[in-house]
């Protein structure tokens, strides 16, 4: 099974800031990678694709970047809304399997 | 726009079968795609369960093959879910979620199903 590992677990910041977020898969998977943002009390949100690619309607201070093993979500100018967890997916077994890493929950400093 | 409704009992009992079905509006099942089920224990993160296609093939998690059935009814545009031999540590927030290509790109709500005698 592919393992997912993101870092860090959590992470503060402000208003303003810019923050990079890590996943690293046990194994390479292309560009096989989603990333999504989940607020409390509510179901996951898509917010980037094929490791780069932004979802319909998602703010472009959201980007991801990264192939094979190593990948970031980076958010350029953090606004209030961002202040959540975020996962990264990985689907490079699709359909079969797919994993999710542990979250990253970002707060206010 | 597609949506998704998860529905069922809230509680079940150990060694119970958890049963849920998510209902499906805006988008007709038989015309393609893959349903998945993912949860999410209070707290913790997201794990996958399973999914199945338009057709009725299944996918299931390795971690819970033995005890997962998914089944689709076409007739009634829903998905369903059967986790059976239930503990405490199926309590979770479970989510319905529909997958175009290879990633969920539409969500359920989610329904809490707790665990307990």
């Known amino acids: 099974a592919i393992r997912m590992t993101q870092s860090p677990s959590s992470l503060s910041a402000s208003t303003g800031d810019r923050v990079t977020i890590t996943c690293r898969a046990s194994?390479?998977?292309?560009?096989?990678l989603a990333w999504y943002q989940q607020k409390p009390g509510k179901a996951p949100k898509l917010l980037i694709y094929a490791a780069s690619t932004l979802q319909s309607g998602v703010p472009s201070r959201f980007s991801g970047s990264g192939s094979g093993t190593d990948f970031t979500l980076t958010i350029s100018c953090l606004q209030s809304e961002d202040f959540a967890t975020y996962y990264c997916?990985?689907?490079?077994?699709?359909?079969?399997?797919?994993?999710f890493g542990q979250g990253t929950k970002l707060e206010i400093k | 726009q597609v949506q998704l409704q998860e529905s069922g009992p809230g509680l079940v009992k150990p060694s119970e079968t958890l049963s849920l079905t998510c209902a499906v509006s805006g988008y007709s099942i038989s015309s393609g795609y893959y349903w998945g089920w993912i949860r999410q224990p209070p707290g913790k993160g997201l794990e996958w369960i399973g999914s199945?296609?338009?057709?009725?093939?299944?996918y299931y998690n390795p971690s819970l093959k033995s005890r997962v059935t998914i089944s689709v009814d076409t007739s009634k545009n829903q998905f369903s879910l059967k986790l059976s031999s239930v503990t405490a540590a199926d309590t979770a927030v479970y989510y319905c979620?529909?997958?175009?290509?290879?990633?969920?790109?539409?969500w359920g709500q989610g329904t809490l199903v707790t665990v307990s005698s």
């Open positions: 997916q990985q689907y490079y077994s699709y359909p079969r399997e797919y994993t």
């Open positions: 199945i296609y338009h057709s009725g093939s299944t």
């Open positions: 979620a529909r997958a175009p290509t290879r990633y969920f790109t539409h």
């Open positions: 194994q390479g998977i292309s560009s096989y």
